[in-house]
């Protein structure tokens, strides 16, 4: 079980490589912006900022995308 310490130290990764994260998983999926949006219930534009790191998903997104893309490291 991880520690809060843990838990923070992973957090802010996460924000630190949203981007990353994000492009990658569109892109080896083969899903436009578009697609993507749809998929987790944001709009293009926000994944265009999320992806160019203008904006971070909060904390509530992050889980969201988590079980909506049934990934384990966002």
């Known amino acids: 079980m991880m ?3 843990n838990i ?3 957090k802010r990764l996460v924000e630190k490589n949203i981007d ?4 990658k998983y569109r892109r080896n999926k083969k899903i436009t ?3 993507m949006g749809k ?4 709009s293009q534009s926000q ?3 999320w992806e160019n790191k203008k904006h ?6 992050l889980k969201d995308i ?7 490291n966002v």
């Open 3 to 5: 520690n809060q310490e």
């Open 8 to 10: 923070l130290r992973q």
């Open 20 to 23: 990353v994260i994000l492009y």
């Open 33 to 35: 912006q578009i697609s």
């Open 39 to 42: 998929l987790i219930g944001v």
């Open 47 to 49: 994944i265009s900022k």
């Open 56 to 61: 971070v998903p909060s904390n509530l997104r």
């Open 66 to 72: 988590k079980i909506k893309l049934k990934v384990n």
